[in-house]
Structures are given as C-alpha cells and as structure tokens.
C-alpha cells in the first residue's frame, strides 16, 4: 500500500483537514492530466466515449447489468422515483438521520416522505421502524411506495432485513448509496443490493469527480432504459421525441475522465481507508462509541469516520484550536428541518435520530493520510474526552 498511496510526515503543527483532496490530486494529476486533454481533444463533452466506458467498468465492478452515468447523487434519486412511477399521492420511507437531500428528492417528484428512526450502533435504518412507517403513511391517505434506506457514513444498511420489512407491504427498495461506492455486503457489492441504487461522484465521496456527478445501478432493464430517457428530456435514443416527462440529468464527460484515473487505484483506496478506519478502532477503543467494524458479512466504504461522543461541541472545538478537522453529519434530524415543517412526522420525536444529531462527530478521513496524522487525532480526541 505504501507503494501506491503517497504518505505525507506528519507535525505537531501541520493541519489535518477533514477531507485533504490535493494529495490525491498530486499523487493522480498525471493520469488525470492526459485523459482530460483526450477529451478536450474530441471535443464530445456530453455523453462522449469517456462516459460510455466509465458506465461499463462501473457496473462490471458493482456486479450489475446496468450503470447510467448522471449529473448528480441528488439527480439519482430524482431519476429513481420518477422511473419507478412514483408522485402525487405516495408515500417513501426514509430514515430521520441523513442529509436533507434525501427527503427533498421525494417532494421534489410530488410524493411525501414519511420519516423513520436508525439503529443507534449503524445510524443507518431501523428495520424494525418500517411497520410503524407505513401506517403513519396510510392514516394520512397517502399510498406507500417504497422504502429508501440510506447507506450512512459508507455503511450499507441491512438490506435484508430491510426487504423482509418491506416485503410484507410489497414495498420496493431504492438505495440512497450516495457515500457507500465500493462497499460490501453478504458478498455483493453496493449497487446490488437493492433493485435500483443510487450513488454520488461528489468530490468528498469515496470515488469523487471534480465537480458534481452520480450514476444509478440496477439489473432491471426497463428501469435502466427509464432513467436513461429521464436523464435526457426524456427522449429515447438520438430521436426529438419526448417519451415520458424527464430532464437534463448527464454526467459530464470531463468529469467521467476523471473518474476513470481515480477508479483505476480504487481498490487501493479503499483498502486503505479500511487500514485508518482500524487504527482509529484501537486507539479510540475506551475513550467514545465507534461505529461497527467490517466483517465478513459487511465492509464499508469508509466514506467518513463517526464516533459518538457526549459533549461533542466541546471536544469539536478542542480538535479545532488543534488545527484538526471534523464534521457534524447531521446537526438536526430531517423531522426537525424547517423545509419539512408540516410534514408527517413533524411532531414525533425519533428518539435515536434526535440522540446522534447531538452525539456524532465525523474525524479525518481519506487514502492519503498517513498512520501518524490517524494516531495524531486520536490522541487529540482522547485528551479532549
């Protein structure tokens, strides 16, 4: 690994930013370089052929038959409801405890969100909260529709006892996999796991673009064809004529050129993200509450490293004068947020939501750091505890 990655020696005094993406950059300009002067040079910068081959090692590398390469994690799931028919009237199960965009996505398709609590040790979905989901759903005269996990921090949620809970109201899931690209669960990368999932190229995620970008994964033909239509205007083909309602949803082909250099040492990556996500566990062993360590059964992607701590903003601020990075995903439980006021949910506490909005505290994060600067942070959060 050490062969791959560039390690930088750490001071006592040199930051430590939350996400560093320059290091990155260096260690891959090269590459980077030479595959954006190719496309500058066909001059094909939506759609282009960069586009095409980046679909196909995504989908050979997720295990699935179709991979669409679209504009946004956001745009995703925007593309996911609108081709499994979804709007005014439905309902979507989402978890209370995740960034705002995914209960946005399902108003912004006419359908309501119907907020649900998580696992206190995963932060991802409770399972057992989707009974309890559905018939808040249909007392408000709403149809449910789906239930849409949302794989947190780089963790897949438990698909399956997701699916046995939406099996009984024959509810589909859509996977909002917007941080977990390169994860695993039972044998089966993310982007397998669900019918249909959704996953972000932003550049803090474990494969990020320069700029914005995402892809939807599936095995469903009609559902690819779908969301390929939707993401341009919804036309098929080369053709002029709109076949359904759709939208201007295309990864950038610069962008895909990008993400092609970066998928070449992925692996690596996230190899090595698992390698700090293990140093952390050592270290910080007695001093807060970790997340869940890989397996055999599940390995996340490592998108961020969350701890829950109590006094959280004391310790944040100790980091800071430090010259530490770190994170508050999420500040306030999607129930709470003013741009949900009025909804289902609204008045309902979801204790263990409310609980990590007051708790967590994402640390560094990334293929680049180096063994010292982890132990570095650690040592600064146990001092602080």
């Known amino acids: 690994m050490t062969a791959i990655l560039a390690r930088v020696p750490a001071t006592e005094t040199q930051p430590i930013p939350l996400f560093d993406l320059k290091r990155q950059q260096a260690r891959l300009r090269h590459d980077i370089d030479r595959r954006i002067a ?8 939506i759609l282009g052929p960069e586009v095409t081959e980046l679909e196909k090692e995504i989908a050979a590398f997720s295990g699935v038959k179709h991979s669409i390469g679209v504009s946004s994690g956001r745009d995703a799931l925007i593309m996911a409801l609108m081709a499994m028919g979804i709007g005014r009237g439905d309902a979507v199960l989402v978890p209370a405890f995740t960034f705002s965009a995914t209960a946005a996505v399902v108003i912004a398709v006419g359908a309501t969100p119907i907020f649900v609590d998580v696992d206190l040790v995963t932060y991802n979905m409770d399972a057992d909260a989707v009974d309890a989901g559905v018939a808040e759903a249909r007392r408000a005269g709403l149809t449910p529709k789906a239930v849409m996990p949302v794989d947190l921090f780089g963790r897949p949620a438990d698909y399956a006892a997701l699916k046995a809970a939406a099996d009984v109201h024959g509810l589909p899931l859509i996977a909002d996999a917007a941080q977990s690209f390169g994860a695993m669960a039972g044998g089966r990368r993310v982007g397998a796991l669900a019918p249909i999932s959704c996953i972000s190229f932003y550049p803090t995620k474990p494969l990020g673009a320069f700029g914005d970008g995402g892809a939807v994964l599936t095995d469903d033909d009609d559902l690819a064809e779908a969301v390929r239509q939707i993401r341009t205007h919804g036309r098929q083909g080369d053709g002029d004529e709109a076949m359904r309602i759709g939208m201007t949803g295309r990864l950038d082909t610069i962008q895909a050129a ?11 990556e996230l ?3 698992a390698e700090i996500a293990a140093l952390y566990d050592a270290r910080l062993d007695e001093a807060c509450e970790l997340p869940p360590i890989d397996d055999d059964d599940v390995r996340s992607a490592w998108a961020l490293y969350t701890v829950r701590v109590k006094n959280r903003d004391r310790i944040r601020a100790a980091l800071g004068e430090r010259q530490i990075g770190t994170g508050l995903f999420y500040r306030v439980p999607l129930h709470r947020h003013p741009a949900f006021r009025g909804l289902l949910s609204g008045n309902e506490k979801l204790a263990v939501a409310e609980r990590l909005c007051d708790e967590v505290l994402s640390l560094p994060m990334g293929p680049d750091l180096t063994d010292e600067e982890v132990l570095q942070v650690a040592d600064a959060v146990i001092e602080a505890v």
């Open 258 to 268: 990008i993400l092609l250099a970066k998928l070449q040492v992925f692996k690596a």
């Open 271 to 273: 190899h090595r993200r």
């Open 38 to 45: 190719k496309v500058l040079d066909h001059g094909q910068f």
